[in-house]
């Protein structure tokens, strides 16, 4: 069965997409099924009506809507994929307009099943049609733990654009205590970490200091990119996520916490539920939590072996195969 996974978002200026894990859950899962391509782009459409199943992820605009109806009119099944609440985003970055809204919900009326990437997302989504968990997969080749380094590493992605005010005091303590450094990876931003940081001039450049971008290399594609900052990343002490309180919090897509899993690394994170390997804190308790995994050897090895454990669970492709044996035997 050929399954073509699609970016559902369309980039404008008035209006911006957002696909900060379509490499997890298109253009890795495509390797493995079929061709991926991003709604919009030339000869999409053909190609995903071409395919035994059309997965769309994150459908957001008219065009993804209206590739979801044809499809389901040819008889071809038809799946929506979310990593995020749509209807709670506004607590961590712009809200989803409603001109993102409808066409999300006109594809969903339009699919055979729609898919969640963590099972908290479930309930945002089961009044639009049947829903399944099916979380997002790393495969571990590539993902070997490195020796750590006295440093604390934030990679985060492109949605949030909110969090890490509520910690960034608290950081700041934890590094000058420990001397450690803070690294930021990727699509993390630097904005809530100097909104953080308050007035205080000394505070701001020391924050600022610590702060560190990877220099942008067009000549590069997604998986050297990656490559890179995992080889980096891989040398982390600890990872941190850090989302404000409310329902998006423990619904979003847990790709942060898995990518800092594979290898080995443990993470604090504000959810409430974390998963194995993670250690959950509020930012009440951010400096307290962090510190006291910082200074037990013994506690980070548990908390590594448990992370890795975890990741090696998500390593395969078991669940989409299932997935796809159902919709193709209904």
Request: with cysteine.
């Amino acid at each position: 069965m050929k399954v073509c996974f699609v970016v559902g978002q369309e980039d404008s200026a008035e209006i911006p997409g957002d696909t900060p894990e379509a490499y997890w859950r298109t253009l890795l899962p495509s390797e493995r099924f079929g061709q991926a391509v991003v709604i919009g782009a030339r000869g999409a459409a053909e190609k995903a009506l071409g395919a035994d199943v059309v997965w769309l992820y994150e459908p957001t605009c008219s065009s993804a809507a209206s590739l979801a109806e044809v499809a389901s009119q040819m008889g071809k099944p038809v799946v929506v994929d979310w990593s995020e609440d749509i209807y709670s985003r506004s607590e961590q970055d712009r809200p989803y307009a409603e001109v993102r809204i409808e066409p999300a919900e006109k594809a969903m009326a339009a699919a055979s099943l729609i898919v969640c990437s963590v099972p908290a997302l479930s309930a945002v989504y089961e009044s639009q049609g049947a829903v399944a968990v099916l979380e997002t997969v790393i495969p571990l080749a590539g993902w070997e733990p490195g020796r750590p380094d006295n440093f604390i590493a934030w990679w985060s992605d492109g949605r949030q654009k909110r969090g890490f005010e509520a910690v960034a005091p608290a950081m700041i303590q934890i590094l000058e205590e420990t001397g450690a450094d803070l690294l930021n990876i990727g699509f993390a931003h630097h904005k809530p970490l100097m909104a953080g940081a308050g007035t205080d001039e000394e505070r701001k450049r020391r924050v600022a200091r610590l702060y560190s971008y990877f220099p942008d290399d067009q000549t590069m594609g997604v998986k050297e990119t990656l490559g890179r900052f995992r080889a980096v990343f891989s040398q982390a002490m600890l990872s941190i996520e850090c989302y404000l309180p409310g329902p998006y919090l423990d619904c979003v897509s847990d790709v942060p916490l898995l990518r800092a899993a594979a290898l080995g690394i443990p993470s604090v994170t504000t959810r409430t539920a974390p998963p194995p390997g993670c250690l959950s804190a509020d930012p009440a308790g951010w400096a307290e939590t962090v510190l006291a995994l910082m200074g037990d050897p013994a506690l980070r090895q548990e908390k590594s072996e448990e992370a890795l454990e975890w990741a090696r669970s998500r390593s395969t492709y078991t669940a989409y195969e299932a997935v796809l044996e159902d919709l193709q035997a209904s």
